[in-house]
């Protein structure tokens, strides 16, 4: 069953996202009008998020039936950062050039910008200390203050989504994997990662609360995680803070790789337990569901190679299928010759689908426009001058370093 999907968000007195939803007929029929403007293959690639090429000038890593192959986002890493903003940013407008140029819906542009360990624009933006530092130095009105600088850089830089809180609180489980990933405990990692996705979306960069349900002290880029705890623990120290940031209101949450068998014997990106029942179902969560990277080793090394998952992950509800590498018309293939034997199938790359099209509506990249009638229909937006903010992008940084010095070198 397809929900209304997300249009924006808004801070209520205590200083809590709330997602007001597409209830409007004439809003959902403009969204479902635009699919299927889409061929199957154009609506299976906004499923997609997959690493870009280059750092410098945009050029698609493919062709597919003849024309540019571009996925729903692409996830920068740091060998895709230029060493200086104006850089960035060139790169940044010449992706949503090259869309407007060939007629394509633009993707939504994602980066790991956690803090600390993982800080992928750490010699661009002002500095930006781990979780477990703004643990200990910080209270969470002070947080706030903090991550609007970083997003509002961000933001000048082109980018819509930030794959960050890392929410889960540490414990004798997990801390070796996580280390100063984390905020520290439960209240801490509530706390701060509910004052992270308000920070961030309040400056119109989407936050993605991973990684949900949790992960052990297994590394997933090398092995399967399992938890081998019983459910009391289980509720207690990884579910019950998920729930209560999930109703934060961020644009995406990721689920990892590990499987709970208490619960279920699937990873958790591949099981429609924890994505249909419980976050859609039960915590009654709308946003963006995205899987971890499917070619970590967690799942190839482990029964679960990618030409697999990629299927299973649709079946099981996921909407965004991530993927470190640039080249996925290999898997776009696989979905596609399981759509044309499989028509139930077809309707699950729709309902992913339909939820990339809402968010891409929230984060500007489709706007509604009114037809004569009254009705709604959608059109792409190429806002490709990041360039003219980049006066704003000095003054945040200026901002934030002078808070960095202020709370973290006294």
């Given at each position: 069953m397809i929900k209304a999907c997300s249009s924006k968000f808004y801070p209520d007195r205590n200083n809590k996202l709330k997602i007001e939803l597409f209830t409007a007929e004439k809003e959902i029929k403009a969204v479902k009008d635009y699919l299927n403007t889409l061929t199957l293959?154009?609506?299976?690639?906004?499923?997609?998020?997959?690493?870009?090429?280059?750092?410098?000038?945009?050029?698609?890593?493919?062709?597919?039936?003849?024309?540019?192959?571009?996925?729903?986002?692409?996830?920068?890493?740091?060998?895709?950062?230029?060493?200086?903003?104006?850089?960035?940013?060139?790169?940044?407008?010449?992706?949503?050039?090259?869309?407007?140029?060939?007629?394509?819906?633009?993707?939504?542009?994602?980066?790991?910008?956690?803090?600390?360990?993982?800080?992928?624009?750490?010699?661009?933006?002002?500095?930006?200390?781990?979780?477990?530092?703004?643990?200990?130095?910080?209270?969470?009105?002070?947080?706030n203050e903090m991550y609007r600088y970083q997003a509002e850089q961000m933001k000048c830089l082109g980018f819509h989504m930030n794959l960050s809180p890392v929410a889960e609180a540490s414990n004798p489980t997990n801390s070796l994997f996580l280390d100063t990933r984390s905020f520290g405990s439960i209240d801490e990692t509530i706390l701060f990662s509910k004052a992270q996705i308000y920070s961030f979306q309040t400056q119109d960069v989407s936050c993605v609360v991973k990684h949900f349900p949790g992960n052990t002290n297994t590394d997933p880029h090398s092995g399967l995680p399992r938890f081998n705890v019983n459910k009391a623990f289980f509720e207690n120290n990884f579910l019950s803070p998920f729930r209560e940031i999930l109703e934060a209101g961020p644009d995406a949450v990721l689920l990892s790789h590990a499987i709970v068998p208490q619960y279920d014997e699937n990873p958790a990106d591949l099981s429609e337990y924890w994505i249909r029942s419980v976050l859609r179902n039960d915590y009654k969560y709308h946003g963006l569901t995205i899987s971890d990277d499917i070619l970590?080793?967690?799942?190839?090394?482990?029964?679960?190679?990618?030409?697999?998952?990629?299927?299973?992950?649709?079946?099981?509800?996921?909407?965004?299928?991530?993927?470190?590498?640039?080249?996925?018309?290999?898997?776009?293939?696989?979905?596609?010759?399981?759509?044309?034997?499989?028509?139930?199938?077809?309707?699950?790359?729709?309902?992913?689908?339909?939820?990339?099209?809402?968010?891409?509506?929230?984060?500007?990249?489709?706007?509604?426009?009114?037809?004569?009638?009254?009705?709604?229909?959608?059109?792409?937006?190429?806002?490709?001058?990041?360039?003219?903010?980049?006066?704003?992008?000095?003054?945040?940084?200026?901002?934030?370093?002078?808070?960095?010095?202020?709370?973290?070198?006294?």
């Open positions: 293959d154009e609506m299976a690639a906004q499923i997609f998020l997959v690493n870009i090429g280059g750092n410098s000038t945009f050029y698609p890593a493919e062709n597919y039936n003849g024309k540019s192959l571009i996925p729903g986002g692409y996830l920068f890493f740091s060998f895709n950062l230029a060493n200086s903003p104006e850089k960035i940013v060139a790169f940044t407008e010449s992706i949503t050039q090259f869309c407007q140029n060939n007629s394509q819906l633009a993707p939504f542009l994602a980066i790991d910008q956690e803090g600390g360990l993982v800080n992928r624009l750490k010699y661009i933006t002002s500095p930006f200390p781990s979780n477990q530092l703004v643990a200990a130095n910080l209270h969470p009105e002070q947080a970590m080793g967690a799942l190839e090394k482990n029964g679960y190679p990618a030409e697999e998952a990629v299927i299973k992950a649709v079946e099981s509800g996921i909407d965004v299928i991530m993927l470190s590498q640039k080249n996925f018309s290999f898997l776009l293939d696989i979905l596609l010759n399981k759509a044309e034997e499989d028509k139930e199938f077809v309707k699950k790359i729709y309902e992913s689908a339909y939820h990339v099209i809402c968010y891409k509506i929230k984060a500007g990249l489709l706007r509604f426009e009114k037809n004569k009638d009254g009705t709604f229909y959608l059109t792409p937006c190429y806002n490709h001058k990041n360039s003219q903010n980049l006066p704003d992008f000095y003054r945040s940084k200026d901002l934030g370093q002078r808070f960095y010095m202020e709370h973290f070198q006294q």
